[in-house]
């Protein structure tokens, strides 16, 4: 019994040590898209797939049918 309380125990403190920087983390960014909201009321920031910003171009894809070239019988 005592184990499983030092366990819970060790889980809470962690979870209250992570808690404080991530939440003003949070505050920081949420300050911060508020102030940018603020100076350009046209500009949006698109957070889904940010890694595909600027790279999707359907017209370079590759074909799905075993060779890339055309068919030469």
């Known amino acids: 019994m ?3 309380w030092q366990a819970i125990g060790i889980t809470v403190a962690a979870a209250a040590l992570l808690y404080y ?12 898209r508020a102030e ?14 940010p890694a595909y910003r600027g790279k999707n171009k359907p017209h370079h894809r590759h074909t ?3 060779h890339a070239g055309p068919d030469v019988a």
């Open 21 to 32: 920087p991530a939440l003003k983390l949070y505050q920081y960014l949420a300050k911060k």
């Open 36 to 49: 940018g909201n603020e100076e350009s009321e046209d500009h949006v920031v698109k957070a889904f797939a």
């Open 2 to 4: 005592k184990k499983q």
């Open 64 to 66: 799905h049918n075993g």
